[in-house]
């Protein structure tokens, strides 16, 4: 093999200056490590069904590979339309519902803009408005973690936001918003709402009743986690038309590659394996609540496929160490503001949840 380049001699070049909002800005991670049984990023414990796998195989050999996609990746958002009852012309899809976010960022926020949410919630309704320069203003939920009418009327009265995050079930807490205070604001008339339904699958009601071209307000969705598809990266929002028309202006062309544009497609065909998938981590999470409800933890209501916890009188630090230690990576919230003491447990396999509950039990005690 060749030597590189010698740089001796060379005169330093200065490095472009990283943009000065961008400098105290940390990247978003989930810290990865390797163990035995992971449930720190509230991915689906099962694998896609084998014969949406075996369906994928079988079309991508006819995949026009020197071809670009279809720019508009139609057949894909029909199959998502159809799923909901829509028009295809309603549904906006990119890779992963957080790239959806960005995109409803770009195109409603920037500089001089402002966007509300209610912490504690989802990171990335914050990180991503930033990233894109737009402010962000945080209200507060009430002291059970719940979404506070009063509170969000307050914030879009006093801010008037471009955009308000909301987020039912909510990440990390599980908990699902008040139907009548997302009527409201949506209603309100400040700027666009948007509901993120990451983990709506799992929750008994749905913002989608409220999509209206008339409603400023879009329900964004992810086949990352109830349809066991993390890693193609697929999500996308239903919401007005004119909406999904006015984000053209910011999605660069050929977006979807023809590969992710098939898998989703076809995963649409799998509606009872994913309902099924959905029933059996529901009935998980039953038996994982009640049985940490034995033990010295407290713990959130939850309609998602995670369980948010805050172990009574001890450090929730030194809890996820313990639980590391007997092989259980959870999601450390202990330092995020508001969430002092609390971890977050995804639901896994049965083999998987026990392997916790065995480690919680040691650790925590009854
Ligand atoms: N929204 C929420 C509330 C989430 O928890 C996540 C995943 N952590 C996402 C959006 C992003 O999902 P994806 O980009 O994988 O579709």
């Known amino acids: ?19 000065g909002d961008l400098v105290t800005l940390a990247g978003y991670h989930s810290p990865q490590v390797q163990v035995e049984v992971r449930l720190n990023t509230n991915e689906s414990p099962l694998p896609p069904p084998r014969a949406w796998v075996e369906a994928l195989a079988a ?10 996609p279809d720019r508009h990746a139609l057949a894909l958002r029909q199959a998502i339309a159809a799923h909901h009852g829509v028009g295809p012309e309603q549904v906006y899809a990119a890779n992963g519902s957080n790239e959806v976010i960005q995109a409803l960022c770009l195109a409603y926020g920037g500089h001089g803009r402002r966007v509300a949410v209610f912490e504690p919630t989802y990171r990335l309704h914050s990180h991503i408005p930033s990233v ?17 009418g009063a509170e969000v009327r307050r914030v879009m009265a006093e801010t008037t936001p471009a955009i308000t ?34 983990y709506g699958q799992f ?28 890693a193609a990266r697929l999500g996308y929002l239903v919401g007005p038309a004119w909406l999904v028309a ?5 999605t660069l062309p050929y977006h979807l590659d023809a ?28 038996r994982l609540v009640a049985a940490m409800g034995d033990m010295a933890v407290e713990q959130w209501p939850s309609e998602a496929n995670f369980v948010l916890f805050r172990p009574t009188g001890g450090d929730g630090h030194a809890v996820w160490q313990g639980l590391l230690h007997r092989g259980v990576l959870v999601r450390d919230c202990s330092s995020w503001p508001g969430l002092e003491g609390c971890l977050r447990v995804t639901i896994g396999t049965p083999a998987e949840d026990d392997a916790f509950l065995a480690a919680l039990a040691e650790v925590v005690g009854p």
């Open 1 to 19: 093999m060749k030597d590189p380049p010698s740089t001796v001699g060379r005169p330093v070049r200065r490095r472009p200056p990283l943009r």
């Open 59 to 68: 079309e991508v050999a006819g995949v026009e590979w020197h071809r670009y």
């Open 132 to 148: 894109t320069g737009t402010d962000v203003v945080a209200g507060r939920r009430t002291p059970g973690l719940a979404l506070d």
């Open 165 to 198: 995050f909301l987020c039912s079930p909510n990440n990390p807490t599980g908990m699902v918003d008040d139907p009548a205070v997302v009527a409201e604001v949506a209603d309100q008339g400040g700027g666009l709402v948007v509901v993120d339904e990451a």
């Open 203 to 230: 929750s008994r009601w749905s913002a989608l009743t409220l999509v209206d071209d008339q409603r400023p307000l879009v329900v964004t969705r992810t086949l990352s986690k109830t349809w066991s598809m993390a």
């Open 246 to 250: 006015e984000l053209e202006a910011v």
């Open 259 to 286: 590969l992710k544009q098939v898998a989703g497609r076809l995963a649409f065909g799998f509606e009872a394996e994913m309902s099924e998938r959905v029933a059996a981590v529901v009935d998980e999470r039953t």
